[in-house]
């Protein structure tokens, strides 16, 4: 038998942590787990009779309605919790997305809450006992914080993230932490530590990625909210791939101070933080809310300080339809749902105009330039101190860098590109008179595992820094509906990759989320428009799905 | 005789287009100038009898004034500009601040606006026929652009920048165009296309710089309001100098669209374009809120989309008084000047307090490796195009850089160095309970011609990105009650080199300006706050002091 090698001993103390983490009291005993060849675990937490009826119904709330019961004394934030913990514990015996579970001091801060609440019959905040879960490179005071590199898996955080200061002045309670890829550049979930997330609709898939833990979070609704991060599709990919909503809000909005990643002041391409939610755009709204309204900018001086505005919906707005991004067709399920919406959305006399996109090709360009202008170094740098392998996916990722730095000048050329683009892009949409577009979000529904690889359809709108929300469509592939298109003539390499991957069968049960992005800083905007849209397909979510 | 050199042919169009723009009508014979000798120039326009009585009261008055004289049908624009038109071709004479004279084309504009206001009753906007004198490097359609470099004494701007369309939009005419030094990048006003721009309070003494032509033609009052720019100290220097107002804004709030400089696409400090003013904060207010009512972001996308509040002047403010940054003491007339505000706030009811420098040394190591974090390799690739030789100070600016060009990495290391740094300002502001920083605006009065070496008493808020204005205190330099620190123990060889340059009769006439300094994004509350320190001050400006 062979010695572990340095890396995997490294990596055995994210292992220890979540497994010392988990509470043993509502682990399911494996033989009641549902065979490995039954890809769907959507319904799994009724059939399993782990959770009481009480538990399931709240796990099924929102947010929103989650504060208001207990607000009128309904729920107690400790039956909250402990239903969410559970949950939680199920799901992440069925998918893995857990890297550790917080239940003591979670339960211990419901109970700080319900007393309280007993004591002065008001809540907190606004989140008072909302259940929460965070993405691991999201620091929290006192626990490790690897950001996908087992070199790290020993790092701790001095302190909590801004963010999370935030959301817990407001009465969130954090249970749970989530996984993530290595380097935090897949649009997958998988890294040499805690291993490999699945995706609760159908365990062959990825729950999308980088943010994957949060997608099969909230997506089997282990968390009514949870904090993801996106600098090229992955707070939106997960929220696709798993059937929730996420919201990619314009850079400079949420705070990022604690955060941690390989090639801290790297601004170019600016990642955000920000919301994934189980049930409802309401809840991206309040998570949103309660984060701007107390102005971190006074905290962390980079932030914007643009206070966050009360955006009615209203139908009277112009959508653009993005059917293609003109390098890579999208699968015949995304399609399908854009003809979906467009029927739906004229029928309620919402506008609706076919967009075409400019120059997403440029785009693609500046921001893949961007992604690793040094190289990949600061990556590297990391993963050579602890010899862990390089995943299939992180080889891929690194790719997109020339394999050297950039000179200073030659990014700011590229700064420089990027700055006309984006007005040049919004001043497009003036003159077609476009207010949001909806778009896929990525050129099919949740990707087989391991397959995630063409980014352009989020990474579009990092580079533009126009906010995007996803939401579930309310339709599923359909494997008589969403037939593979014979004979298609690829338009190039990546298209031809992609189109090839596409077989109905392989993605069973996958939700079909779409995308629909606003201009600059119209955050509020593009959550209102959301909600209108999702009103008229008349789907509450996936929630009945399965 | 020796034929010129090629850099000396093409410098001669620049010199050709500011020649062959000089409204030759106006020009004071060589006979009635003022002997060289005589320092001060700032009486001339009445001794001159160039400008009738009511020519003089027009440029006596601000824009805010002008605006009103206009609105109430007592001035109209025709007279007004001509009256500036005069007072720039005598000030230019006197102390070569132009670039490039607009006349034809301003007298007509104003002939527009007299008759839309003939016809309408009305004002075309807020600055409905206010003369404004524009930094040269800022684009204006169709004319040459050349950022102080010989290279580029034919590039001709394709648009207007966006800042000028604003204020355009609003009723401004430009008249003049104005000097700056060569790379843009001296606090002092020399290049070798239009040569040196003098101080008119001493000429002897440079007028500040970059924007130099901006503080000379504000100081003399060749137009009320002039647009400049600040990576540095740019506005501030010149309006310090000249006895003058500038503001320099927090980044990302006046747009910078059409504004040519080398090495577009650097964005770790950032430059700002704003107002100097002849006559008042009232008018650095008025040029802000015309920009930002106008939301140039909806054009330039990158800026923040924060609103123009108005603000209101209180005393009921903490401001904290900044004596020394502990690198280079300043000269006995700005401490005199700083004890002068001190005695007289204090006695106003302002709660004034020491405010101890934080390491603005370690500030001062981020900015000037920023500057040229290429290595002056964007500067250098424009000398070299045209072989022009290069002036002192541009040499002393480049040894700011290594010399070799960071790697992006490096360049990141920074990026977060600043934004730590920044956080950690803010939050000593906030703990000391300090809301305004009142500090030199220069460790001198206005330095003589080619002795601006230290930056850091301005460089500093750029690189912290606080908005700062500058104002004059209302005293001159005083040869009895400035004199010299004797036995004086220099700290480090800065600080020698620059208590070496001072002794009172060198700086015969200047005017002493002070820099009051808020936090970030508060530049409307910074405005309002000098606003009650200048009249607490009791000075109105210099314009009554010769």
């Known amino acids: 038998m062979s010695q572990p090698q340095p890396w995997e001993l490294q990596a055995r103390k994210a292992k220890d942590i979540l497994e010392n983490s988990i509470p043993k009291q509502w682990l399911l005993p494996e033989d009641k787990f549902p065979p490995a060849e039954e890809k769907s675990v959507i319904d799994f937490p009724r059939k399993s009779g782990l959770l009481t009826e009480r538990e399931l119904g709240i796990t099924e709330l929102s947010a929103t309605a989650l504060v208001a019961e207990m607000g009128a004394g309904e729920l107690s934030a400790e039956e909250v919790v402990v239903a969410f913990l559970k949950r939680s514990v199920l799901g992440h015996q069925l998918f893995n997305f857990a890297t550790e579970f917080m239940a003591d001091k979670a339960i211990a801060r419901a109970k700080e809450l319900d007393e ?50 935030c959301l817990e002045k407001a009465g969130a309670v954090f249970h749970v932490r989530t996984n993530q890829p290595q380097s935090l550049m897949h649009l997958d979930c998988s890294n040499n530590l805690t291993g490999t997330t699945l995706n609760p609709h159908n365990r062959t898939l990825s729950p999308g990625g980088s943010s994957g833990g ?8 282990c968390a009514p909210l949870g904090v993801g991060s996106d600098i090229g599709g992955s707070i939106r990919a997960p929220a696709a791939f798993s059937g929730s909503y996420g919201l990619k809000t314009t850079a400079l909005r949420n705070p990022m101070t604690g955060i941690k990643a390989a090639g801290p ?5 600016r990642g955000v933080i920000g919301p994934l939610a189980s049930q409802s755009i309401e809840d991206l709204e309040l998570f949103q809310q309660v984060i701007i309204d107390q102005e971190p900018w006074d905290v962390e001086t980079s932030l914007a300080p643009v206070p966050w505005k009360r955006a009615t919906p209203t ?19 995304i399609i399908r749902a854009l003809k979906y919406a467009k029927e739906k ?3 309620a006399g919402i506008k609706i105009v076919d967009w075409e996109p400019y120059k997403h090709d440029h785009g693609w360009e500046i921001v893949s330039a961007m992604y690793f202008a040094d190289g990949t170094e600061a990556q590297q740098t990391v993963l050579k101190q602890s010899g862990e392998p390089y995943l299939p996916l992180t080889k891929w990722a690194f790719q997109y860098s020339s ?10 050329a590229l700064n420089y590109a990027r700055d006309h683009y984006r007005d040049e892009y919004h001043a497009l949409m003036k003159s077609r008179g476009v207010d949001f577009i909806l778009a896929p979000t990525y050129l099919g529904v949740a990707a087989v595992l391991g397959e995630p690889q063409y980014w352009n359809y989020t990474a579009i709108w990092n580079i533009l820094d126009q906010p995007a929300v996803v939401f579930p469509s309310g339709l599923v592939v359909d494997e008589e509906l969403d037939k593979a298109e014979e004979g298609y003539q690829p338009r190039n390499a990546a298209d031809e990759r992609e189109w090839k991957k596409y077989r109905p069968e392989r993605y069973v049960g996958a939700p079909i989320g779409l995308q629909l992005v606003g201009k600059r800083f119209k955050d509020e905007e593009v959550l209102a428009a959301a909600k209108v849209v999702e009103e008229v397909l008349g789907a509450e979510a996936s929630k009945d799905i399965n």
Not at 315 to 333: A, K, L, N
Not at 403 to 412: A, D, F, K, Q
Request: with cysteine; proline share 6%.
């Open 214 to 221: 949060e997608g099969a979070s909230t997506g089997f609704k």
């Open 116 to 165: 309280y609440y007993q004591r002065t019959g008001k809540l907190v905040g606004p989140l008072h006992g909302v259940p929460i879960s965070v993405k691991e490179h999201v620091g929290i005071k006192g626990l490790t914080c690897n950001a996908g590199f087992v070199a790290w898996a020993d790092q701790v955080a001095t302190e909590d993230a801004l963010l999370l200061q």
């Open 265 to 269: 002041g790297q601004e170019s391409i």
């Open 345 to 347: 959305l004229m029928a």
């Open 315 to 333: 139908r009277d707005i112009t959508v653009g339809i993005m059917w293609d991004d003109g390098t890579v067709r999208p699968h015949p399920p």
């Open 403 to 412: 394999g050297t730095p950039l000179t200073v000048s030659e990014n700011w």
